[in-house]
């Protein structure tokens, strides 16, 4: 029998991320070559006719698992029935503006999207947050969806993990395929702390075949953190390919499940692990089983490891504390 198609809400459709993400998405990748899809595109109302011109192009690729597509400019139409949502459209940073008036202005946009989540969303609805300051925004939609169980709201730190694999098999000489069970912990911003402690090249630990601590703390942590701005001083525009294709296998990983054997990064809710207050929206290593993420646990952290692991969750704490001063949550 046929499959019910499953509705994948995308806002910010018509930017760059959504340009690179949404033919993915109609081709299969997001969900697997045997789910049908019906894409629902939330934009503000002057790039609604720029997002139809995106789905003309999704028209014209014939795509067999695309079976809809529908343009808002209203949250509460856009997320009507929503299975998926992939939050991109947010208020970047603009010259001179502080990070209290970012906050603020991606309040305004993350609060009402909470709500209209909350008010129609379909039961089984899975959030991945990708638009900065992705971590906040996505304790914001939270707050404001209080019948969603918490844990379906995310934040996007696919793109960190997957250039820390990137940069960690290019030192070592290896295909990234060797590379496993990698973490980011903490804020998707340039506190964030890729951890390679536990990670394995090939089966064996990752920090003892590197075994070069200068690289370790002077190159290959920063080098991640700051790869977003790194790109956005090459390109002239912030990552947008690499940012779809991190969303995609986010949510891919999450709907299906992560390999055996090995973990990814993603922020999720916290429960209190690894001592990250609980309910601040934090990276960790995670496997996905049944459809929910779950913490890796267990895991060994060094005095290395937790002091970089303490200065993020600081900085998310103090996202947290003020979005609440804002009465943002
Ligand atoms: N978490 C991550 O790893 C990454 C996050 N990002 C973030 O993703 C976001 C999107 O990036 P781009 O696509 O390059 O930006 P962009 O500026 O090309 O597109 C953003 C789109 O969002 C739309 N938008 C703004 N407010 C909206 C609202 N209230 N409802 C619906 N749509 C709205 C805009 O009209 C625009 O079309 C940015 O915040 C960027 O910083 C980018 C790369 C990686
Ligand atoms: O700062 C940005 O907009 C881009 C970003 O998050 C990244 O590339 O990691």
């Known amino acids: 029998m046929a499959q019910v198609p499953v509705n994948v809400t995308v806002t910010g459709a018509a930017g760059q991320i959504g340009y690179a993400l949404l033919f993915r998405i109609a081709s299969g990748q ?31 690729c014939a795509f067999p698992l695309l079976r809809g597509i529908d343009i808002f400019d209203d949250p509460r ?10 939050l991109v459209g947010a208020r970047p940073r603009t010259k001179g503006m502080e990070r209290g008036d970012l906050l603020e202005a991606n309040g305004g946009i993350f609060k009402p999207q909470g709500e209209a989540i909350n008010a129609g969303a379909a039961d089984d609805i899975r959030v991945l947050v990708v638009g900065n300051p992705a971590n ?30 990137s940069q960690l098999a290019a030192k070592l000489g290896v295909p990234v395929t060797d590379i496993s069970k990698l973490t980011i912990w903490g804020n998707h911003s340039a506190t964030q702390y890729p951890d390679i402690f536990h990670a394995e090249v090939a089966g064996k630990n990752a920090a003892e075949a590197v075994n070069d601590e200068a690289w370790l703390s002077g ?6 953190a700051k790869r977003g701005a790194a790109i956005i001083e090459a390109r002239g525009a912030s990552s947008a390919a690499s940012a779809a294709n991190a969303a995609i296998d986010h949510v891919h990983d999450w709907v299906l499940g992560t ?19 609980e309910g601040l929206i934090s990276s960790f290593p995670v496997v996905s089983r049944d459809g929910r993420w ?12 937790r002091e970089r692991i303490d200065a993020s969750v600081q900085e998310l704490t103090e996202e947290r504390d003020a979005v609440r001063k804002l009465g943002l949550i």
């Open 30 to 60: 997001l969900l697997g070559p045997d789910t049908p899809v019906k894409l629902r595109l939330l934009e503000i109302p002057q790039a609604v006719k720029a997002a139809e011109g995106t789905a003309m192009e999704l028209d014209d």
């Open 77 to 86: 139409q856009a997320f009507d029935g929503a299975n998926v949502a992939l």
């Open 136 to 165: 906040t925004n996505a304790l914001i939609a939270q707050a404001h969806a209080p019948d969603v169980p918490a844990e379906r709201f995310t934040a996007m730190t696919r793109l960190d993990h997957n250039r820390a694999i």
């Open 219 to 224: 190159t290959f942590i920063p080098t991640v």
């Open 259 to 277: 390999p055996e054997g090995d973990w990814t990064s993603a922020a999720i809710v916290s429960d209190g692990s690894y001592g990250v207050p």
């Open 294 to 305: 779950e913490i890796v646990q267990g895991l060994e952290i060094d005095a290395f490891s």
